[in-house]
C-alpha cells in the first residue's frame, strides 16, 4: 500500500500536492462539524426528558440566562432549531467537501489522460512497432478514468470516512468506554476480518480483469478493422467467440468484487441496530433511569446512522483501492517508464525547414532493433543529390522500409550517420529535417473528415490555405475528381479510413497531403503496391510531373515504377549490393533481372 501511494503521490505537481492538504483539511473539518451535529442530540434529548436540567447543566444554564428566555419550552424549541441548523451546516460543508473533492480528481482526471498521451506521443517510433495501439488507447481513454473514478476518488473517500469514523468513536469513548470498545470490536473487526481474508485474492482479481479488459479493445478493435475480411470468410462466430471469453470473465470479476463488498453492509446493518436494541434493554436491566437511557441510547443510534455508512465506504474503498492497484501500476510504468524516452513540449509553431541545397549522404549505417541480434542495415553508403530520382529495390524482407524510417528520423541507426549538407542529422535538429519531407506510405490513413483537411492533415481549420491545398490536388492529378465527382467537393466527408472512395484516390489523396507544405524531398515506400498498374501508370506520372523540383526516393514492388530514376540501388539482407540506372543494372547484375522478371510479371 505505501508503495501504491508513492507511485500515487508522483503522478502529481506541486500545485496539486498543495490541494490534496488543503482537501484533508476540509476533511478534517466536515468531520469535526458532523461531530458536533452529533454529539448535540444528547443534551437535546436531555432536555426533551426532564426540562429541570437547565438549572443543573452549567452549559444550558449559561445559554438560558445569557438570551433571557422566560421558560423552559421556548428554550427547549431555541436548543431544537439550533441543533437542526447545526445538522444542516454539517451537512452543507459535507456537500461542498464533496464539490472540492470531485473537481480536484476529474481534472487530475484530465491531466493524466493529456500527460499520458503526450508521454506516448514523445515515445520514438519504435516504441509503437512493439507496442499495440488499441491497448495504448485503452491505458489513455478508459484505464485514467478507472484510477480516478476507482481509485483517486475512492482513496479520498477513504480519508474522509476514517476521519469521520475516528471522530466518532472519540466521541462515543468519552460517553461510555465499554459500550465504544463493544461498538470497535463487532463493527471495526468484522471489517478488519473480512478485508484480509479478500485482500489478496482482490489483488489478483484486479489484475485478471486489467487483462481480459486489454484484450476485449483489442478484439473489437480488430473485429471492426477486418469486418470485411471476416465477412468475406464467414468468420463472425470466431470473433464473437474470442470477445465472448474475455469479455465474460471481465463481467464475472467484476460481478465478485462486487458482492464482497456489499456483504458487509447487510449482515452488519443487522448487528448494529439489534445492537441498539439490547443497549436499551441491557440498561434497563441495570436499573437505569429511563431518563438517562434515551440521550444515550439517541446518542449512539444517530451516532450509528452516521458510523455504519462510514465503515461501509472505508471497507469499499480500501477494497477499490486494492482491486485497481493494476492501473495505477500501468499508469505510473508508462509516465515515468526507464529508458531513452524523454516527455517532449512541442512548439506552437511548426520548427523551420532545415536548409537543402546539395546532397543527403548516408555514411556506414547499420541498425538492429532494440533487444534483437538481427541485423536488419549494414554498413549502408548513399549519397543523394538533391532533385534527383533514387529507387530502392529488392526482395520483401531486405531492409527497404526501415532504411526510410532512418532517412525519415523515425528510427535511428545504430552505427553511422545521415548529413544534410555536411551537417549531422541529430534529436535536436531532426524536426528541422522532417519539415523537408513529404511521405507517401503503401496503406494510406485517412482520417474520418473532409477531404480538406485530410490533405491538410493535423492542421486546425483556422491555418488550413485552401489554396495549397487545391495545388497539391491538381499536382496530384486528383482536383478534377474532387470538383467534378464528389457532391460537396472539398467538404465531401471520406468516411472512417477513406472507404468511401477507391484505393487509387486514396493513394492521390496520399500524394496530395505529402505535397500540400511543398517539401523538397518527396518519399514513397512502396505507395503504388496495391494498385492496378493502369491507376499506377497514372499516379507514376503525377509523381514525374514534379520530378524536375524535387528530390524523389521510391520504394518500389514494380521495377517499372524506377525505371526513369537517376539511381537505383539494389538491397539485399540489409546491404546494398549494386548500385545504377535502370539500364546499367538490367544489364550487369543477374539479381535485378530476376527481380525485374519476378516484378513484371514476366
Not at 179 to 203: D, E, P, W
Not at 224 to 238: A, D
Request: aromatic share 10%.
Amino acid at each position: 500500500m505505501l508503495n501504491s501511494l508513492k507511485k500515487l503521490w508522483q503522478l502529481f505537481n506541486k500545485k496539486e500536492r498543495i490541494q490534496i492538504f488543503s482537501l484533508l483539511f476540509a476533511f478534517l473539518v466536515m468531520a469535526l462539524v458532523q461531530v458536533i451535529g452529533i454529539a448535540s442530540i444528547m443534551p437535546f434529548m436531555e432536555l426533551v426528558m426532564k426540562p429541570e436540567i437547565v438549572t443543573e447543566n452549567k452549559m444550558l444554564n449559561t445559554l438560558y440566562n445569557y438570551f433571557h428566555f422566560n421558560s423552559i419550552n421556548s428554550f427547549t424549541i431555541f436548543i431544537g432549531i439550533v441543533m437542526t441548523f447545526i445538522i444542516v451546516i454539517s451537512n452543507v460543508i459535507s456537500i461542498l467537501t464533496i464539490w472540492l473533492k470531485q473537481k480536484f480528481v476529474w481534472k487530475n482526471n484530465h491531466r493524466l489522460s493529456k500527460k499520458l498521451l503526450k508521454r506516448y506521443m514523445a515515445k520514438p517510433y519504435s516504441y509503437f512497432l512493439n507496442h499495440n495501439s488499441t491497448d495504448l488507447g485503452k491505458n489513455v481513454l478508459q484505464e485514467v478514468q478507472s484510477l480516478t473514478k476507482d481509485y483517486l476518488i475512492k482513496l479520498l473517500d477513504l480519508v474522509t470516512n476514517l476521519l469521520v469514523v475516528l471522530a466518532i468513536i472519540s466521541l462515543l469513548f468519552i460517553t461510555d468506554v465499554k459500550i465504544t470498545l463493544a461498538v470497535i470490536l463487532i463493527l471495526g473487526g468484522s471489517y478488519a476480518v473480512l478485508y484480509y481474508i479478500t485482500k489478496n485474492r482482490m489483488k489478483i482479481a484486479g489484475q485478471k480483469r486489467f487483462e481480459a479488459n486489454k484484450y476485449r479493445f483489442k478484439i473489437v478493435n480488430e473485429t471492426f478493422s477486418g469486418i470485411k475480411q471476416i465477412k468475406i470468410n464467414s468468420r463472425e462466430n470466431e470473433f464473437l467467440t474470442r470477445f465472448s471469453k474475455h469479455s465474460s470473465e471481465n463481467s464475472n470479476i467484476r460481478a465478485w468484487h462486487t458482492i464482497i463488498m456489499q456483504i458487509p453492509h447487510y449482515g452488519l446493518e443487522t448487528v448494529a441496530f439489534g445492537g441498539i436494541i439490547l443497549l436499551v434493554l441491557s440498561l434497563i436491566v441495570v436499573g437505569g433511569a429511563r431518563s438517562k437511557i434515551i440521550p444515550i441510547v439517541s446518542l449512539f443510534t444517530f451516532a450509528g446512522y452516521r458510523l455504519m455508512p462510514a465503515l461501509k465506504k472505508v471497507f469499499q474503498s480500501a477494497s477499490y483501492i486494492i482491486f485497481n492497484t493494476a492501473i495505477l501500476d500501468k499508469i505510473h510504468e508508462d509516465i515515468f517508464e526507464d529508458g531513452n524516452y524523454t516527455s517532449q513540449n512541442w512548439p506552437d509553431e511548426f520548427p523551420k525547414a532545415m536548409e537543402f541545397k546539395n546532397k543527403i549522404e548516408l555514411e556506414d549505417i547499420s541498425f538492429s532493433y532494440s533487444g534483437d541480434e538481427k541485423i536488419i542495415l549494414k554498413n549502408i553508403n548513399m549519397n543523394i543529390k538533391k532533385n534527383t530520382k533514387i529507387g530502392l529495390v529488392g526482395a520483401t524482407g531486405s531492409g527497404k522500409s526501415t532504411l526510410v524510417n532512418i532517412i525519415l528520423g523515425l528510427l535511428r541507426p545504430k552505427d553511422g550517420k545521415i548529413s544534410v549538407d555536411g551537417n549531422k542529422l541529430t534529436q535536436d535538429n531532426m524536426r528541422n529535417w522532417q519539415r523537408n519531407i513529404g511521405y507517401v506510405p503503401q496503406e494510406i490513413y485517412l482520417c474520418d473528415d473532409t477531404i480538406l483537411n485530410n490533405i491538410a492533415f493535423g492542421l486546425p481549420k483556422s491555418k488550413i490555405d485552401f489554396s495549397s491545398a487545391k495545388k497539391a490536388a491538381k499536382i496530384a492529378n486528383i482536383n478534377k475528381f474532387i470538383e467534378n465527382d464528389l457532391p460537396e467537393g472539398y467538404k465531401t466527408m471520406v468516411g472512417e479510413r477513406g472507404v468511401r472512395i477507391s484505393g487509387g484516390q486514396r493513394q492521390r489523396l496520399g500524394l496530395a497531403r505529402a505535397l500540400y507544405h511543398d517539401p523538397a524531398v518527396l518519399i514513397l515506400d512502396e505507395a503504388t503496391s496495391s494498385l492496378d498498374e493502369a491507376t499506377q501508370k497514372s499516379v507514376i506520372e503525377s509523381i514525374y510531373n514534379i520530378a524536375e523540383i524535387k528530390t524523389i526516393i521510391i520504394i518500389a514492388h514494380r521495377l517499372s515504377t524506377v525505371s526513369y530514376c537517376n539511381d537505383i540501388y539494389l538491397i539485399e539482407n540489409g546491404q546494398v549490393i549494386d548500385s545504377g540506372t535502370y539500364a546499367e543494372l538490367a544489364n550487369s547484375n543477374i539479381k535485378f533481372r530476376e527481380l525485374a522478371n519476378l516484378k513484371n510479371g514476366r
